[in-house]
Nanobody, 122 residues
Framework: VQLQAFGGGLVQAGGSLRLSCAGS????????MGWFRQAPGQERELIAA????????YYALSVKGRFTISKDNAKNTVYLQMNGLKPEDTATYYC????????????????WGQGTQVTVSS
């Protein structure tokens, strides 16, 4: 049972990337899904999340209006479309799955992907 995150890379400021997170041995439909990121020397933070019923997503203020989270239950995959990337978006990005009511708070995520590196050059 695992989550596989991919799609990171090196991009210039202002560019776009789309991260994907696929469930392997794990059906994502009943899970709230989140994207976290961690930059060197900083704590991991929840930047986007969507609940299992695909209702109103959560976005951190730092990414609101630039990033979009979506979930395709048929493909068992969750995505993070990142537009208008800034150097401060440079971090390792992780996807995670939760069945906890506090999914917006970024706590009690049970399954984690391995992380994918995003580097934004100025």
């Amino acid at each position: 049972v695992q989550l596989q995150a991919f799609g990171g890379g090196l991009v210039q400021a202002g560019g776009s990337l789309r991260l994907s997170c696929a469930g392997s041995g794990l059906t994502l439909r009943p899970y709230h899904m989140g994207w976290f990121r961690q930059a060197p020397g900083q704590e991991r933070e929840l930047i986007a999340a969507i609940n299992q019923s695909l209702g109103e997503p959560y976005y951190a203020l730092s990414v609101k209006g630039r990033f979009t989270i979506s979930k395709d239950n048929a493909k068992n995959t969750v995505y993070l479309q990142m537009n208008g990337l800034k150097p401060e978006d440079t971090a390792t990005y992780y996807c995670a799955a939760s069945q906890n009511v506090n999914w917006r708070a970024g706590v009690h995520y049970s399954y984690w992907g391995q992380g994918t590196q995003v580097t934004v050059s100025s």
